[in-house]
């Protein structure tokens, strides 16, 4: 009887270690916690609408809708602690709902979809920063 209450409780440790996926609707109040986001979209998207002050921009999928997953761990992991939470925009959530999945799900990455994206942010009465690269 000790070793199952022992073995269900390792288990039960074991589940809280990993990163759990969070889905949260992209709001100007959600930005004003000191939580990284990172941008996912095109340099075309940042220039169009700008972006949320002080996200990093760092592209997943390319105009073609090409990847480098790669190139995206590799940045990502130099400009956030994936330990910690991370929120990842897009336009609209689409792409970020795909991505947040797999870094979830396949790397354990702490990782919050802001649902709704930069579209959402702006209707909400968000005024995002200038992109300057």
């Avoid at 000790?2 to 809280?16: A, D, E, F, Q, Y």
């Avoid at 992209?26 to 930005?31: G, R, S, Y």
């Avoid at 105009?63 to 956030?80: C, I, P, S, T, W």
């Amino acid at each position: 009887m000790k070793i199952n209450k022992l073995l269900l409780g390792m288990i039960l440790l074991s589940v809280s270690l990993f990163a759990e996926l969070q889905n949260i609707v992209a709001t100007p109040e959600f930005l004003k916690k000191d939580i990284p986001v990172v941008d996912v979209r095109t340099p075309g998207e940042w220039k169009q609408t700008g972006i949320v002050k002080g996200a990093h921009t760092i592209m997943f999928f390319d105009e073609r809708g090409g990847y480098n997953v790669d190139a995206f761990l590799k940045a990502l992991n130099q400009a956030v602690n994936t330990k910690k939470p991370f929120a990842l925009i897009c336009r609209t959530g689409s792409r970020t709902t795909m991505i947040s999945d797999f870094l979830d799900k396949e790397l354990h990455y702490n990782v919050i979809n802001l649902q709704g994206g930069m579209m959402e942010l702006m209707r909400q009465g968000y005024k995002p920063a200038p992109y300057e690269k």
